[in-house]
């Protein structure tokens, strides 16, 4: 079972950081954009170097995030590449690289790149609805916005790589990851936070939500428009 994770919380929009050294241009071809975005998780053991790329090819899970995320990115900014709007996903996807290197000084890192991969697939799900329409190859479900009875924040979660579970939950523009958990109502997610535990369950469109300090509330899940 997968060891749950301590909440890292980071904010809804967590691009707001100088970007990092390399440049990424929306001139060129699809695929030279896409090798600088990512760490091309699918060439793994094929001459990737560098302390980033031994944990995300070492990790099944922040492997298959990696291509998916990299499928994203190419996705969108093939479209606004058609409106001479490339280069603003570029900088933001520089930004995100800052904010990824960054979990080299983590305690965990595995777990914080975790966090903060699952943190941009829900955040490009979330701002480019074209990313969840039907019949798109991704390991990723949502967002779903959360409608729970006694809360009135603002909650929305996506689903993850559901074969080895993972749900990104932001709350009132901040997000952390549950990881999957055995459970005996349908999907069950859990984290620890400050020592204390976060719980999510799903069944069918019904889940319910524990956090921390707080009772358990009944929720809808609705697609997020």
């Known amino acids: 079972m997968p060891k749950p994770l301590g909440f890292l919380l980071l904010p809804s929009l967590i691009l707001t950081v100088a970007c990092g050294e390399d440049s990424i241009t929306p001139q060129g071809d699809a695929d030279s954009k896409t090798s ?44 606004l590449d058609k409106d001479g709007q490339g280069q603003g996903l570029a900088d933001d996807q520089e930004a995100w690289k800052e904010t ?59 689903l993850i790589d559901e074969d080895k579970g993972l749900a990104y939950l932001e709350q009132n523009g901040r997000g952390f990851v549950l990881m999957g958990a055995a459970g005996s109502l349908g999907s069950k997610y859990e984290a620890i936070v400050d020592g204390k535990d976060a719980t999510f369950y799903i069944h069918g469109s019904q889940s319910l939500l524990t956090l921390p300090d707080e009772p358990e509330h009944i929720c809808r899940m609705d697609v997020a428009s």
């Open 36 to 79: 600088e975005l990512s760490f091309s998780a699918a060439n793994c053991g094929k001459g990737e170097e560098g302390p980033l790329a031994t944990i995300v090819c070492s990790s099944l899970l922040l492997s298959s995030m990696d291509i998916q995320l990299q499928q994203l990115v190419e996705r969108v900014t093939t479209e």
């Open 100 to 158: 990824r290197s960054a979990c080299l000084d983590a305690n965990l890192p595995e777990e914080c790149l975790t966090q903060v991969y699952a943190a941009r697939i829900h955040q490009l799900r979330a701002q480019f609805p074209a990313l969840r329409q039907s019949g798109e190859s991704s390991i990723a479900r949502g967002p779903f916005t959360l409608d729970c009875r006694g809360l009135d924040d603002q909650l929305s979660v996506t």
